[in-house]
């Protein structure tokens, strides 16, 4: 079992920056495609960014993508996105995803593990 524990969230003006951390327990963090997902008020979770277990593989969302970037320290088992250029619509709470796979997640599965979820919000 992994349990991930999210961070980094905060209240930022468009424009800025922020950088989401999640920790990830277990010893075989290294065996994990991790992604970020995230979830504005009244609408569905969808898909942000995903990298595979050796982070030499990563995919996003066409409306983050060259703004955001995902990455992974195996040896610190902790995977970042780090979000520029952030606007109102960003605004959502963020949630790290973990799914035992070689391959980058793009879609949830049952087998896979959340953290908690952490908010951004950004104001124009």
């Known amino acids: 079992q992994v349990q991930l524990v999210e961070s980094g969230g905060g209240l930022v003006q468009a424009g800025g920056s922020l950088r989401l951390s999640c920790a990830a327990s277990?010893?075989?963090?290294?065996?994990?495609?991790m992604a970020w997902f995230r979830q504005a008020p009244g609408k569905e979770r969808e898909f942000v960014a995903g990298?595979?277990?050796?982070?030499?593989?990563?995919y996003y969302a066409d409306s983050v993508k060259g703004r955001f970037t995902i990455s992974r320290d195996n040896a610190k088992n902790t995977v970042y996105l780090q979000m520029n250029s952030l606007k109102p619509e960003d605004t959502a709470v963020y949630y790290c995803?973990?799914?035992?796979?070689?391959?980058?997640?793009?879609?949830?599965?049952?087998?896979?593990?959340w953290g908690q979820g952490t908010q951004v919000t950004v104001s124009s």
């Open positions: 995803y973990a799914q035992n796979t070689v391959m980058v997640p793009t879609t949830a599965r049952a087998t896979g593990y």
């Open positions: 277990g010893r075989t963090f290294s065996s994990y495609g």
């Open positions: 990298i595979n277990w050796s982070g030499g593989g990563t």
